[in-house]
């Protein structure tokens, strides 16, 4: 069941007006332009219905739409200035960890990943932490890696919640479909992993390269193969 939605950003600029009925979550992307009407949009966001916000977007990793803030600590600084003071605001709504890649050094040695997250949650042992947030990029193949990754990940997030908002296999329709027909399951299995979306909705991805229909891969994450 699709109960959720979100992109890059802090308000939904793209296909929202043509999209079923559900609540955008806002994210802050990065600490420079991320910023701009932060808060109003949050704000917006929460009135219509969201209940969880997101942090920074990869910022362990720099490209591939990564927040490059690759320094956890000043990252931990940027989200206690403009994720804390929320918490107090909205109360009711739950605050995520920065997502963060499955890698573990970046090209110029700084930690990525798990070790990433760890630093991050040291840096903000104070804040309001309800879910950490991962992504996943591999081969189809690498499933007991996928599940390795995941539940180290849970660990490491001191056993909070798991959002996997990101995650992907390289490959065909065909092996991308064999893929999750196996770790969907597992995932559904799991109390612990809050909520998942396979990357993306989008011509080629999850639907067909015409946007008439699901994809293969589309039609096995809809349950629907």
Known sequence: ??????????????????????????????NQGGTVDWEANVDVAIRNGARHVFSFNEPDQCGGGGACMQDSEQTAQDHKKWIEPLTSKYPHVKFGAPAVTNGELSENNTAMGIPYLKKFLEHCDTCQIDFVVAHWYDAPENTAYFYKHLEDFYEAGGHRKVWLTEFGAKGDQAAQAKFLAEVLPWLDSKDWIERYAYHYAAPGFMITDDSNGLSPVGRVYAGVA
């Open 1 to 30: 069941m699709f109960s959720w939605m979100y992109n890059w950003g802090s308000n939904c600029q793209h296909g929202c007006d043509d999209a079923i009925n559900l609540p955008f979550l806002p994210m802050l992307h990065d």
